[in-house]
């Protein structure tokens, strides 16, 4: 009976461990998210004014109707909102790389390379995912540098490559804050654009540069703008 208690005992503090690295991941993952998203959606929406000036019309619009009210389905029900983060998750994957390991199980044949290269891939070893890459690749996006939010309208998602897009993995091991990041993402993207816009300024980078010590991807200087306040929901709500 005791060592029943003790092997239980065991499982149970296991089990708490691996919660609170789950409750970790997924708290962490959804910041960064966020943050990052947050942030080069609004440098390339201020280099784009005629379609931050489709979103911000857009938001207005689904306030009015909502009286204000700020709620999961209003967010949701936002479909160039949802357009311009998918595409900025595109050119601004927040892991340019994803790594993984190959772990097969003993029933489990060689992951072999054939037809495309004559190559298996030995047990144990560290398989590296360019995300950055893929998501910028010509060959599934057409002038692929270009912000373009009409890449994911309903129809154009219908023709995308699969496994083109990327920017939180896929699969059982896909990013666990992926949904709480996106959610935040927007929401603070409604709250800043309800009522300013944004442009450049002096000290907005002309040309991107990537930090190449950072493990998440950013600019190296930042990012500089302007934020300016034009009461656009608070004119047409009064």
């Given at each position: 009976?005791?060592?029943?208690?003790?092997?239980?005992?065991?499982?149970?503090?296991?089990?708490?461990?691996?919660?609170?690295?789950?409750?970790?991941?997924?708290?962490?993952?959804?910041?960064?998210?966020?943050?990052?998203?947050?942030?080069?959606?609004?440098?390339?929406?201020?280099?784009?004014?005629?379609?931050?000036?489709?979103?911000?019309?857009?938001?207005?619009?689904?306030?009015?109707?909502?009286?204000?009210?700020?709620?999961?389905?209003?967010?949701?029900?936002?479909?160039?909102?949802?357009?311009?983060?998918?595409?900025?998750?595109?050119?601004?994957?927040?892991?340019?790389?994803?790594?993984?390991?190959?772990?097969?199980?003993?029933?489990?044949?060689?992951?072999?390379?054939?037809?495309?290269?004559?190559?298996?891939?030995?047990?144990?070893?560290?398989?590296?995912?360019?995300?950055?890459?893929?998501?910028?690749?010509?060959?599934?996006?057409?002038?692929?540098?270009?912000?373009?939010?009409?890449?994911?309208?309903?129809?154009?998602?219908?023709?995308?490559?699969?496994?083109?897009?990327?920017?939180?993995?896929?699969?059982?091991?896909?990013?666990?804050g992926s949904r709480i990041g996106l959610l935040q993402a927007k929401i603070g993207l409604v709250h800043i654009l309800k009522n300013h816009f944004v442009t450049f300024c002096d000290?907005t980078p002309a040309e991107i540069t990537f930090d190449p010590m950072s493990i998440v991807l950013q600019y190296r200087e930042g990012i500089y703008l302007n934020v300016v306040n034009?009461?656009?929901?608070?004119?047409?709500?009064?």
């Amino acid at each position: 009976m005791k060592k029943e208690l003790l092997a239980r005992q065991e499982y149970d503090n296991e089990a708490q461990d691996m919660l609170t690295a789950q409750a970790a991941v997924f708290l962490t993952a959804g910041f960064e998210t966020s943050s990052s998203t947050m942030a080069f959606a609004l440098y390339e929406l201020a280099k784009h004014p005629d379609l931050q000036e489709r979103l911000r019309n857009e938001i207005r619009d689904a306030l009015l109707i909502d009286h204000g009210k700020l709620s999961y389905e209003t967010i949701t029900n936002l479909p160039y909102l949802g357009m311009v983060v998918d595409e900025v998750l595109r050119l601004y994957p927040v892991l340019p790389v994803l790594d993984r390991e190959h772990l097969p199980r003993e029933e489990d044949k060689p992951f072999d390379l054939r037809p495309y290269y004559d190559y298996k891939v030995p047990t144990g070893m560290a398989v590296y995912i360019p995300i950055f890459g893929i998501q910028r690749d010509p060959k599934y996006w057409p002038n692929p540098d270009t912000f373009d939010p009409e890449r994911f309208s309903p129809e154009n998602k219908k023709l995308h490559e699969p496994m083109a897009y990327l920017p939180f993995g896929t699969g059982p091991r896909n990013c666990i804050g992926s949904r709480i990041g996106l959610l935040q993402a927007k929401i603070g993207l409604v709250h800043i654009l309800k009522n300013h816009f944004v442009t450049f300024c002096d000290k907005t980078p002309a040309e991107i540069t990537f930090d190449p010590m950072s493990i998440v991807l950013q600019y190296r200087e930042g990012i500089y703008l302007n934020v300016v306040n034009d009461a656009l929901y608070e004119q047409n709500a009064n």
